[in-house]
């Protein structure tokens, strides 16, 4: 695999830079998908990472329900007082 250098501003979930040490085009394999994607080596990283966009592409997540007022009825206050919660689920 041969890595070029990048310039590219890479962020974290939480929005914190990450150090770009380098690009590369690989080719990922998910039974019979295969899909081209740029992977980046960033500096430090202690566990890989998949951008949605690559999740999606692989089908690594799939949709099996949803969550509205009448699925939680009355505990919707037990659910519902954190809004990075439904930001998590919907994503």
């Known amino acids: 695999m041969k890595i070029s250098p ?4 890479v962020r974290s979930a939480g929005n914190y830079a990450l150090k770009v ?25 202690k566990r890989p990472l998949l951008g949605k966009p690559t999740i999606k592409k692989l089908k690594l997540l799939q949709f099996i329900d949803s969550v509205d007022d009448d699925t939680i009825g009355w505990e919707k206050d ?14």
């Open 6 to 9: 990048s310039k590219a501003d």
């Open 21 to 45: 040490s380098g690009v590369s085009r690989v080719k990922l394999v998910k039974e019979d998908r295969v899909i081209e994607e740029w992977v980046y080596v960033i500096k430090n990283l």
């Open 78 to 91: 037990k659910f519902c007082d954190n809004k990075i919660f439904f930001y998590a689920v919907i994503w």
